[in-house]
């Protein structure tokens, strides 16, 4: 996906004017389909009319969708400010073996407990490079990462926002709410619901598509093939182009998840685009942030920051996350 941009400049006592113009090219990838490009553009930061407060959501003045009748009140069980020197296991799973999905991570980054922590108040997901080969479950993983997830489950009409800093490496940072799936049991559709979703680093072996993910705020609902629902994906997309990289500062990423049919995404407090997702998005799922390894963006010979990156470098960060929900006033 290309963004061109084309300006036309005219003598300086006429006005100027800017074209933008974008076309999108679309690399064949058997599991995944890259996202639709928008128009819209990053908000720029002197629209920041308000500071994030931990007593309401985050959004500016010009962009609040507050109904006039209602309040937001925060869901304690689905938010942290991670201002403990602990991890609160009370609230999260980080061990994968427990957290009730038994996924372990793609390889070759394993998912580990061990690299999550709290510390200056954040929560820290650590991204590593084994000096030995891991042999887990048949695998052999070369690197590390990890994923957390909620305890308690997130459901439509909730707003979900965090603030967060990419690590700098071809590893993940995201923010998303994971579904159950049980053919037997139900509920039989596979859901997911990426409300952030980039990598820290791209380079000369990264997927034509995706050359832009290390400045991206980019979402996806997404229903699963399964043999017991449906046998070809399908999912709605957006995203933005963002002017800086995902790792030069902590963004506000939030969702608010209006109805199964309307989600609504911000960026900096800033509605920058809406999905209707090709399903009813009516399941309960889990909070989720996991720090993985992609096929389409392959850790690379170049990819020394493993050894050499300082703390800062090689870690996701999450100064807070918070849920809200509606309550009449």
């Known amino acids: 996906m290309l963004f061109f941009l084309k300006h036309l400049k005219f003598p300086l ?16 990838d058997i599991n995944f389909i890259p996202p639709p490009s928008t128009e819209e553009n990053q908000p720029d930061e002197t629209e920041e009319d308000t500071a994030p407060s ?34 609160d296991d009370d609230k999260w799973h980080r061990n994968p073996a427990t957290d009730g999905f038994s996924w372990y991570g793609r390889p070759p980054a394993l998912f580990e407990a061990e690299n999550v ?3 200056d108040g954040n929560l820290n997901v650590t991204t590593v490079k084994y000096d030995t080969p891991k042999n887990v479950r048949n695998i052999n993983w070369t690197h590390g990462g990890a994923i957390i997830r909620s305890k308690t489950t997130a459901k439509h009409g909730l707003y979900y926002e965090c603030r967060m800093k990419a690590n700098k490496t071809v590893m993940s940072s995201t923010f998303w709410i994971a579904f159950k799936q049980n053919c037997d049991n139900g509920p039989i559709r596979k859901l997911e619901l990426d409300i952030q979703e980039c990598v820290g680093r791209v380079h000369s072996n990264t997927h034509s598509w995706a050359s832009g993910w290390d400045k991206i705020y980019h979402s996806n609902t997404i229903r699963h093939n399964r043999s017991c629902d449906i046998g070809e994906e399908t999912r709605a997309s957006g995203s933005i182009k963002l002017t800086e990289t995902n790792n030069s500062r902590f963004f506000v ?24 997702p090709t399903t009813d998005f009516d399941l309960e799922g889990y909070i989720t942030m996991a720090i993985e390894t992609y096929d389409w963006n392959p850790i690379d010979p170049e990819g020394s920051i493993f050894e050499t990156g300082s703390f800062d470098d090689l870690t996701t960060k999450y100064d807070w996350v918070r849920t809200w929900k509606l309550e009449d006033k």
Do not use: A
Not at 16 to 28: A, D
Not at 65 to 78: H, I, S, Y
């Open 54 to 87: 931990p007593d309401q959501p985050y959004f500016l003045s010009t962009e609040n969708p507050t109904p006039t009748d209602k309040t937001w009140v925060k869901v304690e069980t689905l938010s942290d400010e991670f201002n403990s020197t602990t991890f």
């Open 13 to 28: 006592f006429l006005f100027c004017m800017m074209i933008v113009s974008c076309s999108k090219k679309n690399t064949s």
């Open 253 to 276: 990423y939030g969702c608010w998840w209006k109805s199964p049919t309307e989600i609504l995404f911000y960026l900096d407090g800033k509605h920058v685009y809406s999905i209707t």
């Open 117 to 119: 922590s709290v510390s």
